[in-house]
């Protein structure tokens, strides 16, 4: 930057360089040194902003002292892209017309690409850095005049000097914020806020304290930002006049005209009402809502309090002349760029406040420009800092802040500072071994470097380098990076890709599966996880290792969680027909360790899909390869690796499917039926049972196969369903469960489900067939066909007791079934019907061959028995005509027990009518069933 000149605007009679008419007028010009004198129209545009200042009265006779007293203002204005305007106004009394004036004295300024924004050594500032616009408060030289005839002699001369009361004192701005505690954590805050495209900082107080925190909060940013912050240490006018003057910090007299002024308008700092809130980095603003101090700002504050505030003054000074104007449209950045890349002091300035460091590099990160050009050296050094000093968040250390710091970058979208970054991190971690991120996320993420570069010299070249390494971390390390790079720019991908892949297998086999079967960290964030295509070349070479080898390793808790992270954990859903096939030799065998490592718990707690999968698993892990194993070694694998028998059925099923496939000639249909005869009935059973009779015929087990998928099969009303108006006899495989179960020959495992499977088929019997003598098992039921063999079986005194308790389950089954059934009521209507006689007959003493006797001659202490609520249920509230089906059903079904027991159950309808009116008045249905037929 280099000054242009000096101007003077006041109203006075004397002739300006533009005009001789009397009044307000830019009065003077001047060059610097006797340069040439600045352009009309740069001055017209300076002096532009003055249209709007107020200044107060002075009173006739006030005494210097008064006068001196009285608030000046200094305030710069940005006029275009590279000229700056830094002006003191001061009160001068009366004019020559006898009105209140003012006088501005202003500097203009050009920022020169390449230079600093002034030369310190102009402005008296040779020993104290670059000053700001700020600095000048209180400078020796500027222009005061008071009164007519001094405003009309004043002529310009040197230019201001920084004097003692400057806020670039250091002295004296710690006396500043000593005597006002708590306000620079608010200023910090703000100006990030207002830096970032928020509303602009309103300090309430003083021109000198605007001032002092102007200065505080702009020599922390680089020089060229530093004279881009508009600002004034005083304004009288209202809030919405001040606000629309474009300062990012503004000074007010007056905090009872900004006390309401709402949050998203201005950051008012009022220290009569400065508080903060629950968090002390969270500040109630005096118009509603509150203020948060942002990374930038929790930044400048901790490099303030650790004692740092000079050392950092210097370095971004020393960033500003390397960098220029480059980062002038991200102010925020050359604070932390200064930290991280530091001043060439040792040690380190990044490293005196480790606490810091994640959070300058987060606001690296986020504010780096997107086109700068960064030094090399100055690469390194901001790498460098961000290897060393790691990550304060936890885990990773270096390796973790490598990889957020790159990937923030990326995030950044700063394309061509990230190619820098990502040639210098890659050098780094290639040559000088400093730095590894261990999930690589940047180098896929960033654009591919140009041919030349580092990064795309050809494997053979790199390969060169790493053969002769002797380390195996490092050959790994090498080997896992120009995996990442490949990925980045597609070249694994395509014909050519296969080509490239078998460069980086052959290498990953002697390199990295070593590597992993010792459990070696390869940095201290854990493996990466490998492509599928080099994790299968690696797993086969881990394969290879002799099984007892293998497993020993395999018993280290380190070399497991190496190939979870490498290789990908063992899935924890599973999907039929799909998890164990997608299981490789190695994936077994690191099941089989993982569940040798878990303390013995009986097998409790194992039915979900991870605990049951890692099971299966560990049962194919010992099986030799492609030989038939004997199923009484197999059975004993599942037994050992399911404890408690809690293997579930489903995964049985894929278990096997998978022995079949692995070990042809192995007896599978012996393990399931073994497994089987101790399974309770479910359809998975049902479905394993199938598909063994299908696709393993024999004679193992047959009975017990097709009891399996028999009893999962609950009848509901079947003659009903298929149009029949009676029962009908059972199928052939249905007839041999309800035989087993009268015989007492179901396995254990099932017997529940067999008692509740007989008291079904016993409930959905017609009242008739129970009325009739001896066995019977002839087809559809008619009057002088036998009673079949198991219901004669279930009536019996041995099976009766067993039978009566689950009639009732079967009851509510039936009616849950056809009440939620799709029909038109005429099963419900039948099933009720056919109770209702059961229960008439079991009422009369005529019952006895009826299993469910128990069931229809019981009662409640309500005096409503249980087939009267079941009967109810069926027949429920609805449709008239559905009763009138009921009355009709009733009368049919007392009809054929008459007739099939002629003359015993004689007047049975009569009875019957009375019991279905009994039920529809409980329902609310009034029905008159005097038409019905009475037998």
């Not at 002390?280 to 930038?296: C, D, H, I």
Request: aromatic share 6%.
């Amino acid at each position: 930057m280099t000054i242009r000149g000096q101007f003077t605007y006041t109203a006075c009679q004397v002739a300006g360089p533009y005009t001789t008419v009397p009044g307000w007028k830019v009065k003077e010009v001047v060059g610097v040194d006797g340069g040439p004198i600045p352009p009309e129209s740069v001055v017209q545009a300076a002096v532009r902003p003055f249209g709007g200042t107020a200044m107060p009265p002075v009173p006739a006779l006030a005494t210097q002292t008064e006068i001196d007293d009285l608030p000046r203002c200094l305030r710069l204005d940005v006029l275009d892209e590279t000229t700056r305007s830094v002006a003191h106004l001061a009160v001068a009394g009366r004019d020559h017309s006898g009105r209140d004036a003012f006088f501005a004295h202003g500097i203009l300024v050009d920022l020169t690409p390449g230079r600093p924004p002034v030369d310190p050594d102009q402005l008296g500032s040779v020993d104290r850095g670059l000053p700001r616009p700020a600095d000048l408060w209180g400078a020796q030289g500027w222009s005061t005049p008071f009164r007519a005839e001094a405003i009309e002699a004043e002529r310009l001369g040197r230019l201001p000097r920084l004097s003692g009361s400057s806020p670039m004192d250091p002295e004296r701005r710690e006396d500043f914020v000593d005597l006002h505690p708590g306000q620079r954590e608010f200023v910090l805050a703000a100006a990030e806020r207002a830096l970032t495209g928020g509303p602009p900082l309103v300090v309430v107080g003083l021109p000198v304290e605007a001032a002092m925190w102007t200065s505080v909060l702009t020599h922390l940013l680089v020089p060229t930002c530093g004279w881009s912050v508009p600002f004034s240490t005083v304004e009288r006018g209202h809030p919405p006049a001040v606000l629309d003057g474009g300062s990012i910090v503004v000074g007010v007299p007056d905090a009872g005209l900004w006390s309401s002024v709402p949050a998203d308008a201005a950051s008012v700092l009022d220290p009569g009402r400065l508080r903060a809130g629950p968090d002390p980095a969270v500040f109630a603003l005096p118009g509603g809502g509150t203020l948060a101090a942002g990374p930038w700002a929790r930044l400048a504050e901790g490099l303030c309090r650790a004692g740092l505030e000079d050392r950092v003054r210097d370095a971004v000074d020393a960033l500003g002349a390397r960098v220029g104007r480059m980062s002038d449209d991200r102010p925020c950045w050359g604070l932390a760029a200064a930290l991280l890349a530091g001043d060439g002091i040792a040690p380190p300035l990044v490293d005196l406040v480790p606490d810091l460091a994640h959070l300058a590099q987060q606001v690296f990160a986020a504010h780096l420009p997107a086109r700068l050009l960064l030094p090399v050296d100055l690469v390194d050094a901001v790498l460098a800092a961000v290897a060393r000093g790691g990550s304060v968040d936890s885990g990773p250390g270096a390796a973790g802040a490598m990889t957020a710091f790159l990937g923030a970058l990326q995030d950044a979208g700063a394309t061509t500072a990230l190619e820098g970054f990502q040639r210098g991190h890659l050098r780094r971690i290639l040559y000088e071994r400093s730095a590894f991120t261990a999930d690589l996320p940047f180098v896929p993420a960033v654009r591919p470097a140009p041919p030349g570069s580092p990064e795309r010299a050809g494997e053979q070249e790199r390969s060169g380098w790493v053969d002769r390494e002797t380390d195996p971390l490092v050959q790994a390390r090498w080997l896992l990076t120009l995996v990442a790079i490949g990925a980045g720019d597609g070249r694994w991908s395509g014909p050519s890709g296969e080509r490239a892949r078998f460069f980086v297998t052959e290498r990953a086999r002697l390199w990295v599966a070593p590597l992993l079967m010792s459990g070696a960290a390869i940095a201290s964030g854990g493996w990466p996880r490998l492509p599928d295509w080099l994790w299968t070349e690696v797993e086969g070479a881990l394969t290879e290792t002799p099984p007892t080898e293998l497993d020993r390793a395999l018993g280290s808790p380190a070399v497991r969680g190496a190939l979870d992270r490498a290789g990908g954990p063992l899935p924890t859903v599973f999907s039929a027909r799909v998890t164990l096939p997608g299981l490789s030799p190695l994936a077994c065998r690191r099941a089989a360790a993982e569940l040798r490592a878990r303390p013995q718990d009986g097998g409790r707690g194992g039915a979900s899909d991870a605990d049951q999968i890692l099971r299966a698993a560990a049962v194919l892990a010992p099986l030799p390869d492609g030989s038939p194993v004997a199923a009484a070694i197999l059975l004993g694998e599942v037994d050992r690796c399911f404890p408690g028998r809690q293997v579930r059925t489903d995964v049985l099923d894929d278990l096997l499917t998978e022995v079949a496939v692995r070990h042809p000639g192995t007896d599978v249909r012996a393990v399931a039926v073994a497994v089987l005869g101790r399974t309770p009935p479910s359809p998975a059973a049902a479905a394993l049972a199938g598909r063994l009779v299908r696709e393993h015929p024999g004679r193992t087990g047959a009975e017990l196969l097709t009891w399996h998928q028999v009893v999962v099969r609950l009848p509901s009303t079947p003659w009903l369903a298929e149009g029949h108006r009676l029962a009908r006899r059972p199928s052939v495989p249905e007839q041999q469960v309800l035989e087993a179960v009268v015989d007492g020959r179901l396995a254990p495992a099932m017997a529940a489900a067999g008692q509740m499977y007989l008291a079904r088929w016993v409930m959905i019997q017609p009242a008739a067939v129970f009325l009739t003598p001896g066995p019977r098992d002839a087809g559809e039921f008619n009057l002088e066909s036998p009673r079949p063999r198991w219901l004669a079986a279930a009536a019996g005194s041995g099976l009766r007791s067993a039978v009566a308790p689950t009639c009732r389950q079967a009851s509510e089954a039936l009616v849950h079934d056809l009440r939620d059934g799709a029909d038109d009521g005429s099963a419900r209507v039948e099933l009720a019907a056919q109770w209702l006689v059961r229960a008439l007959l079991a009422r009369r003493g005529l019952a006895d061959a009826d299993p469910a006797k128990d069931f229809f001659g019981g009662s409640r202490p309500d005096g409503r028995p249980d087939w009267f609520r079941a009967v109810r249920a069926l027949v429920g509230r609805g449709d008239p005509s559905l009763t009138q089906k009921f009355g009709h059903a009733v009368m049919e079904a007392a009809d054929l027990a008459h007739r099939a027991s002629r003359p015993i159950a004689r007047g049975l309808g009569a009875e019957a009518l009375q019991d279905v009116e009994e039920v529809l008045a409980t329902l609310g249905n009034v029905q008159d069933t005097r038409g019905a037929r009475r037998p």
